[in-house]
């Protein structure tokens, strides 16, 4: 496999009993009871167990075996099929080997018979790594990613690649970190709307996009951060309706693909998932059952929190609402052809909380600069937006979907820097 390993420790199985193996990791345990000493051996993929046995290994064997905790060690032995061991065998060594000695003592126990709070986990966050849980968020998260871009591509979208640095707000937000950019003044793109749009009225037709988007929001709460990673899809010549159908295939099939892919970083979570229907419903509609279940709603209010859970609770794990009244939603939102005091914008409530929003966008120039102005706004200071608009721009709708939100409900974190690599938020700017 390379040079220090031949096997990962979830490769190697009870039927290989007798075969030579080499393996890599860290020291998860050890432990010396005289004649016998064990390690537990730890990689990405699981632990098992190596044991050293007097008139079995040499002594200089056993010897090399006493490491302190989170030694990076390779290991070349024979499987030996063992009923009683967790996995079903472990390994006879016949060569231990301290690959980095330890010079500083590691932080906080990996093991997790310690607790250590986030804050230190963040703070050492390559320890933190080491610990099989947190893996296996990113062994979930990787699978996410990947069916997200197997849905889409199957669907005949193209992905592409957009700025992280614009010259002015992509949405009119105001929340905006400021950077300098040679002569002038640029911005962290807080979204990648503008683009993908773009793309669209240049013929692409169906786009989608991973990227970092960033907002300059002070809140400090366990559902947001400053950095997140968006994944985004547009899609021409579409309503919010067509574009609500591929939210839902793709939401599904990303679940799914855990399922198929991730049971045993599920089991090790303690996360029960199964694939799970989508409701639809319309906000007014929504606001009708929250009422009816005694959860206080005014028609024209945005969800709150609160609001979201009974939704979930009301309708389902997965419920999309929308139809939203267009005063509560983005300037770009299309008014509905039933009704234009309503869009048609959509949000995807997964398990209490919104993961997605979306909506079919304004084409049409006139529109576009009546909304603006709606909102108390000054259509030339969107000019840059406008314009795109006026040189044959079709219908069209899109969504994003918040990765690290989706990934906290669907692996049951209690705090969204538990599923971004390493978190960016108000105050957290390294490692």
Not at 198 to 205: C, F, Q
Not at 227 to 247: C, K, P
Request: hydrophobic content about 40%; charged content about 25%.
């Amino acid at each position: 496999m390379t040079t220090y390993r031949t096997h990962y420790v979830k490769d190697v199985t009870p039927e290989m009993d007798g075969k030579e193996v080499v393996l890599a990791g860290w020291v998860h345990e050890v432990r010396n009871i005289g004649k016998i000493v064990f390690i537990l051996l730890r990689d990405h993929t699981g632990i098992v167990q190596v044991i050293g046995k007097e008139g079995v290994v040499s002594d200089d064997i056993i010897k090399s075996m006493n490491l302190p905790k989170e030694s990076v060690i390779q290991v070349k032995g024979t499987v030996k099929k063992n009923p009683q061991a967790k996995v079903g065998f472990e390994i006879v060594p016949f060569e231990v080997k301290d690959i980095n000695p330890l010079q500083s003592n590691i932080p906080f126990e990996v093991t997790g018979k310690v607790p250590a709070e986030i804050d230190v986990r963040l703070d050492y966050r390559y320890i933190d790594l080491r610990r099989l849980e947190t893996t296996s968020i990113f062994n979930i998260e990787s699978t996410m990613l990947g069916a997200f871009r197997s849905v889409l591509s199957k669907d005949g979208f193209e992905e592409i690649r957009t700025p992280s640095l614009v010259e002015a707000a992509t949405e009119g937000g105001s929340d905006l970190f400021q950077v300098k950019y040679f002569e002038k003044e640029a911005y962290l793109a807080q979204s990648p709307q503008l683009y993908k749009q773009l793309a669209v009225i240049g013929g692409m037709d169906r786009v989608f996009m991973v990227t970092p988007v960033f907002r300059a929001e002070k809140h400090n709460t366990i559902f947001h951060l400053n950095e997140i990673t968006q994944m985004d899809a547009e899609i021409g010549f579409a309503n919010h309706n067509d574009a609500i159908m591929e939210l839902k295939k793709v939401v599904k099939g990303m679940i799914k693909a855990v399922i198929k892919e991730n049971p045993e970083d599920l089991r090790r979570l303690g996360v029960e998932l199964k694939d799970q229907k989508i409701t639809e419903v319309t906000y007014k509609k929504a606001v009708e059952k929250l009422n009816e279940n005694g959860v206080k709603m005014e028609f024209g209010e945005d969800f709150s929190r609160e609001h979201e859970a009974a939704i979930s609770s009301i309708f389902g794990d997965v419920v999309v609402v929308k139809e939203y009244p267009a005063a509560i939603r983005a300037f770009y939102s299309m008014p509905n052809d039933a009704d234009p005091l309503l869009s048609n914008s959509y949000d995807l409530i997964y398990k209490g909380i919104e993961i997605s929003s979306g909506a079919q966008r304004i084409h049409l120039p006139s529109l576009l600069e009546s909304s603006i102005r709606s909102r108390n706004l000054d259509p030339s200071n969107f000019d840059f937006y406008i314009n795109a608009f006026k040189q044959g721009a079709p219908p069209h709708a899109g969504w994003s979907i918040g990765l690290e939100r989706f990934a906290m409900k669907l692996t049951g974190m209690n705090n969204i820097r538990e599923c971004a690599l390493f978190p960016r938020d108000r105050v957290r700017l390294k490692p």
